[in-house]
């Protein structure tokens, strides 16, 4: 199977997973959103590590703790990746999974917002376009729901900085992972050795198959995150960009079709407008992409062209 084949179905294997997510969590209650993330973060160093482990992967590690930088980049990166995992936690299991995949769909625009403000950036203008319709939107959602969509905004700004702060640790998807779990596992254990302590634990106090599906939360961490890194590296970042669209489109689905959200005529069109900034942005990344392609194959032919 060719490479380019290959990536693309890793990272629609990834965004399918990250996609399907709202139909797992609600298989964990009793437990509380707390005691899953805890649960999370805890099972996800042990699923990270026995891939490291079967990879035979660890140089890294001393030369990561030489690099003092990274690792207060990657304890920011931790906290900001927990706020993210806890509210999308309690948002599905709260029954908010429609707004939870709101967030998702704005994400790409706050990340180009934080690419201007923070990284001097300058965007084109079918960019602005897509910003202007997307803040209108969020706009016209707080007015639908009364209130600010602030679980759709914690989700898009806490994963948009999570990958800013990425960007700039430039470290491995699974090293990463390991370091920024292994940070948050003295507060998760001591959580879970609370609640155990307290008789408030539901580990090991309903049924064998309910903890399976606390520890499974590790392994469907870090299985798309696997795939999501093999994806990335074998097909172009405009790709990319189109598939993380899975993700918020399935999460999307589960909330109207399997949960059977209430979806006010307003509120679709609050969500239209969210789409028609997607559709503006997709549009300038690919044409974008395709310039880029055309400049560089016309760099590559001058010489033979010169020669001739």
Do not use: C
Not at 21 to 42: M, N, T, V
Not at 115 to 140: C, D, K, N, T, Y
Not at 141 to 156: E, S
């Amino acid at each position: 199977m060719p490479d380019l084949k290959r990536g693309v179905l890793f990272g629609v294997a990834a965004y399918a997973m990250w996609g399907l997510f709202p139909l797992y969590w609600p298989l964990l209650k009793p437990s509380g959103a707390l005691e899953i993330l805890s649960h999370r973060i805890a099972w996800s160093l042990v699923a990270v590590v026995a891939i490291l482990a079967v990879r035979r992967h660890w140089s890294w590690f001393r030369d990561l703790l030489k690099q003092p930088k990274k690792l207060i980049l990657l304890a920011l990166a931790a906290f900001f990746v927990t706020v993210n995992w806890g509210t999308y936690i309690y948002a599905v299991n709260a029954g908010n999974v429609v707004e939870s995949a709101l967030g998702y769909f704005i994400n790409p625009l706050v990340s180009v917002v934080f690419g201007v403000a923070i990284l001097r950036e300058r965007l084109r203008p079918m960019q602005w376009v897509a910003v202007g319709f997307g803040a209108l939107a969020v706009l016209f959602l707080t007015l639908d729901y009364g209130r600010l969509p602030w679980i759709a905004l914690t989700l898009a700004f806490s994963f948009g900085i999570y990958g800013l702060i990425k960007k700039a640790a430039n470290v491995g998807a699974a090293e990463s992972l390991t370091v920024e779990t292994l940070i948050l596992l003295v507060p998760a254990v001591a959580y879970l050795v609370y609640l155990e302590i307290t008789g408030q634990a539901t580990f090991g106090h309903t049924d064998p198959g309910h903890a399976l599906l606390l520890a499974g939360a590790g392994v469907i961490t870090a299985i798309p995150l696997l795939f999501f890194t093999a994806s990335a590296i074998r097909v172009p970042l405009s790709t990319i960009g189109l598939l993380q669209y899975i993700a918020p489109i399935l999460q999307f689905g589960v909330g109207v079709l399997i949960v059977k959200e209430t979806m006010p005529p307003s509120r679709w069109i609050g969500f239209s407008i969210v789409w028609l900034a997607l559709a503006f942005f997709t549009y300038d990344s690919i044409s974008a992409a395709r310039r880029t392609r055309k400049q560089e194959l016309a760099k590559t032919a001058q010489p033979a062209t010169s020669a001739g």
